[in-house]
């Protein structure tokens, strides 16, 4: 007779069968859903007990109890169907789909800076430059993600070509090797996607910064001139305290990176070209984000119609 396993147990196979495949990231976030969100939900069920409804009551939990993100909680269906379908191929059960219904997520109003801002910051990183306030100038004029920033070396910088090369990032993440999951790690490792592999032309600006900071070892950090990495985190309080003495609210790195896109597109930009500076998997990422037209230009395009219109 065949064993009948529990939801729990299908989780656990399913994680010590793909966990040799997935970047450690991806390992640690996958587990820390599972252990956290999944079993604890659904990990007492046998697979026939699990239907549609109860999955759409697992879905509002997420959200309205754990208040946890549209975008986390579909990451959660994601990977809780990805089990489900596994331990449907491995059992007897007739229970093999379900309807499930992902949360849609709603177009968030992108802060940037503003012309004021933006030059308020750049004047305050201007004064007495260190490697911190050179790390948070960069992010701002090539709209690096923060764990890519940390990442680089200062092998990845060509003066010859006058280009970035970013090959790595750094992620704080779940340490799966230590006792009960409970401690964090900080690893560099490749970039979420290939895309996000990708070289970015210097501007001069940064150029002539990279050569004042360059200390002659091509293997050490950038940010840190040494061969251990500065922590995400820790670039992040630096750009809280930045942002403070500024007087700018309701920013972070992000918001960096979206200012340099905006401002690419403000000169006039092609949508791939900027779609591959920024490392988005598509275009149709970069469009949803940065190509939306204000009133104005929608006033222009519209007169253009008084040309084909007869009274």
Not at 160 to 171: D, F, N, R, Y
Not at 187 to 215: E, N, Q, Y
Request: glycine share 6%; proline share 3%.
């Amino acid at each position: 007779m065949t064993k009948k396993f529990n939801f729990s147990e299908y989780c656990d196979n399913w994680f010590l069968s793909n966990s040799s495949r997935l970047k450690p990231s991806s390992c640690a976030k996958y587990y820390v859903n599972i252990e956290k969100h999944i079993k604890p939900y659904f990990g007492a069920e046998q697979l026939c007990g699990i239907t549609s409804e109860k999955v759409d009551e697992f879905t509002r939990t997420l959200i309205y109890e754990k208040k946890l993100s549209v975008k986390t909680t579909r990451d959660i269906l994601v990977l809780f169907h990805s089990i489900f379908v596994y331990a449907g191929r491995r059992s007897e059960s007739s229970q093999s789909n379900l309807e499930i219904i992902y949360p849609k997520r709603s177009r968030k109003q992108i802060r940037i800076l503003n012309e004021q801002e933006e030059k308020g910051l750049i004047l305050y990183l201007a004064d007495k430059m260190d490697l911190c306030k050179f790390g948070v100038y960069m992010a701002l004029r090539t709209g690096l993600r923060v764990g890519e920033l940390c990442a680089l070396r200062w092998d990845d910088i060509s003066m010859e070509a006058l280009t970035i090369s970013v090959t790595h990032t750094v992620q704080r993440i779940r340490d799966l090797d230590g006792e009960a999951y409970r401690k964090t790690k900080v690893i560099v490792g490749t970039p979420k996607s290939d895309s996000s592999r990708r070289t970015i032309p210097l501007m001069p600006d940064i150029a002539a910064l990279c050569r004042m900071f360059d200390c002659g070892n091509p293997k050490a950090f950038i940010l840190t001139g040494t061969g251990q990495c500065m922590e995400p985190r820790k670039l992040q309080r630096y750009l809280k305290s930045y942002l403070e003495e500024c007087g700018i609210s309701e920013a972070h790195f992000h918001t960096l990176r979206h200012t340099f896109a905006t401002r690419c597109i403000e000169v006039g930009f092609d949508v791939k070209t900027l779609s591959e500076i920024l490392g988005h998997a598509n275009i149709g990422i970069t469009m949803n984000q940065y190509v939306h037209p204000d009133l104005e230009r929608k006033r222009e395009n519209m007169s253009r119609l008084k040309n084909i219109i007869h009274f």
